[in-house]
């Protein structure tokens, strides 16, 4: 049986440009089975669920439920829950992490401060503090959104898991199904998809290290989607895998086509032409979905400005 997974990696769909974009993921952990629209449809109260959904709205705050791999026990009642809250744009780049008996309490975040990258209403409301362990690895596994996070995502948490691999969570959804198994690496925020045991185990050794692999990723989610082609084409152009050196600082344009400047933490900058296209041919865009062209973006240019170009811009 075919599934939107497979054909996507038949056809061989380019994957940067296509992570979620959060400039901060709040992550809530919450055992036991997912619905579809998990914040609201899981053992987790969903009037809180609906009111983290209104409050995270507009503020680059992307809300999500997390649990421990391997079999889920229906549990209506928790105990204590982790709680994460990551910033993902370079030069603020922080995890925090705190334990809530109470998750009422999560009402009391300002979303807009975090957003922002200001930590001080996490660790103020749910006494966090920062996250001194390893990487967070999130593998999207939620079967009811699409049965390939199920088949591609269950397993390799698990497998993760069982070889002691530490930081390893599920998490409900990361978008982009047919690029299974998807996943999210905190603190940083690069996304990565069609991901396997030994290339993830890379992907977080390069993390502690404070470097990015770009082999299988979509990108990282501080960015709109053209900064995130953009970003990974200079990565590759530059030779450069620091995880904090390069900066999306300007957009212009709009679809099909933009242009984008990335900044070098030591003062070049490229200028990379991304246009928008359409996969073709058409396929599913998740398993049980119509046939559709879903966009792809394509990096057509890098080039490096001169110092002088550089100059004029920040003159503008």
């Given at each position: 049986m075919s599934t939107c997974a497979k054909v996507s990696r038949d056809l061989e769909e380019p994957l940067a440009g296509t992570a979620a974009t959060a400039r901060t993921w709040l992550l809530v952990e919450q055992p036991g089975p997912w619905g579809a629209k998990a914040l609201t449809s899981s053992h987790l109260d969903p009037a809180l669920g609906r009111a983290l959904e209104r409050a995270?709205?507009?503020?680059?705050?992307?809300?999500?439920?997390?649990?421990?791999?391997?079999?889920?026990?229906?549990?209506?009642?928790?105990?204590?829950?982790?709680?994460?809250?990551?910033?993902?744009t370079p030069g603020n780049v922080w995890l925090h992490k705190a334990i809530t008996s109470n998750p009422e309490r999560l009402l009391e975040l300002d979303f807009t401060e975090l957003g922002e990258g200001l930590p001080g209403t996490f660790d103020m409301a749910l006494d966090g503090a920062p996250h001194?362990?390893?990487?967070?690895?999130l593998v999207c596994t939620n079967g009811?959104?699409?049965?390939?996070?199920?088949?591609l995502g269950r397993p390799l948490a698990a497998?993760?898991?069982?070889?002691?691999?530490d930081g390893i969570w599920e998490v409900t959804h990361l978008g982009g199904h047919r690029f299974s198994p998807t996943l999210l690496v905190l603190p940083f925020g690069y996304a990565y998809g069609r991901a396997e045991a030994h290339a993830v185990k890379e992907i977080l050794q390069g993390?502690?290290?404070?470097?990015?692999?770009?082999?299988g990723c979509r990108g990282s989610s501080?960015?709109?989607?053209?900064?995130?082609?953009?970003?990974?084409?200079?990565?590759?152009?530059?030779?450069?895998?620091?995880a904090g050196a390069l900066s999306v600082v300007r957009t212009e344009g709009s679809a099909p086509r933009w242009e984008v400047t990335v900044a070098h933490t030591d003062g070049r900058h490229w200028l990379v032409t991304v246009a928008q296209g359409a996969a073709l041919p058409p396929r599913p865009e998740s398993?049980?979905?119509?046939?559709?062209?879903?966009?792809?973006?394509?990096?057509?240019?890098?080039r490096e400005l001169s110092r002088t170009a550089v100059a004029h811009l920040a003159g503008h």
């Open positions: 995270a709205e507009g503020t680059g705050v992307r809300v999500a439920l997390i649990r421990r791999p391997g079999r889920h026990a229906d549990c209506h009642t928790v105990a204590e829950r982790r709680v994460y809250a990551a910033h993902t001194t362990g390893d990487p967070l690895a009811k959104r699409d049965r390939c996070c199920a088949l497998e993760l898991a069982a070889s002691g691999v993390v502690r290290e404070g470097r990015v692999v770009t082999e501080a960015w709109e989607r053209p900064g995130q082609a953009a970003e990974l084409a200079v990565r590759t152009a530059a030779h450069e895998d620091a398993c049980g979905s119509a046939l559709g062209s879903p966009a792809r973006m394509d990096v057509m240019a890098v």
